[in-house]
């Protein structure tokens, strides 16, 4: 009979591979740390497989196609960020049997993809908790961006399914939620990190109180920057309601960084996480979301330009080179090719994230766009060490 014998959330920051001026490095290092702490339950329970529950920064999937639930069903995990590459073997007899049964017998409609390209969310966690260790793993993506999103209570029913068809198996089996905590990136909140939410919703996954995640909606999660936590939610719906172990939480300038170790149990090294109120004294305004909504259809074209300057070098030799153009062939009404400046713009210096507005303006995803303007100014900034980017 198969069997989950490890279970951990984990953040992702991007900034452990890029190492930006303007982040702590001693921040960062002991986010490393952190996460290495983490890596030790695989030594501990040597499983033959890991899940892995990560998400999409809309660089795998975009306006073209945006899967709830996606599975990568290959024989390779390709995973690459910031000049960083991974290839990890897929356990493909695993990967395509929860494939077929999640989809006939358990009811959920995933797609699946033979070789989609992994980003941060998956590379980052492959360098500092899989590390050289030579297990297969299974990917998992959840639309965790792009309205509607599924909620964090059908997130834990693909978990418990997920679990189910897990024991059906022979393999032991580690899961790995690779997400959060609160952040805005590419928003006008980015500086306003919801720190003690974090802390309310830490102190109650130590205690076991899983529900305190899957009871809220996801406008609520839009609001304290918490929708990566939905990829926690579908651990939970695996593993049940299980005490949890903080190993850190790191409160950046601008993220809730949060390492924390559900299964196996081990004795608690530190107290509890005391909150004196209700998520932490946030008050939901529950208007919808306000921060990461589904792009309006007549920015088809702008978002599909940044999605494919994130990609393609020829694309964005041609942006820099003669944005009419590109403007014309993206069909870009004139408010969104002015907006498209800021492609250009922002390879003449100061804050990427200055960048950012005039095109959300103008209809582009706010993550999209920040993830292109960064990818624009790295290629026009080679040395970034005198750069300040966020």
Known sequence: MGEIVAAVGTCHTPYLFTRPPDESPQQLDQAAAAMQELAKVLDETKPDVIVFLGSDHVETFSVTCVPSFAIIAGSRAIAKFAGREYNLPVHRDMAED?????????????????????????????????GKRDIPVVPFFTNVYVPPLPT??????LGMAIAEIIKGRKERVALVASGGMSHFPGTRKYLYPEFDFDRWLVSQFETGHTDALLNMSNTQLDEVGNTEMLNWATMFGAIGPQEGELIDYIPTWHHGLCMMRFI???????????VASEYGGFKFQNRGFQFYKHPPAEAYGLNKLLFDVRHSADVRDRVIKNLDAVAKEYDLAPAQRKAAEELIDVGKGGLVSEHVGPLVEAGAHP?????????IFSMSHRAPSAQTTH
């Open 152 to 157: 964090a209570k059908r997130c834990a029913a």
């Open 264 to 274: 196996p149990h081990r004795a608690r090294k530190t107290a509890p996480t005391k």
């Open 98 to 130: 929860l494939l077929n049964k999640l989809v006939v017998d358990k009811n959920f409609d995933i797609a699946y993809s033979e070789d989609a390209e992994l980003g941060h969310a998956f590379a980052v966690p492959f360098e500092y908790i899989i």
């Open 367 to 375: 993550l999209q766009a920040l993830m292109s303007l960064h990818v």
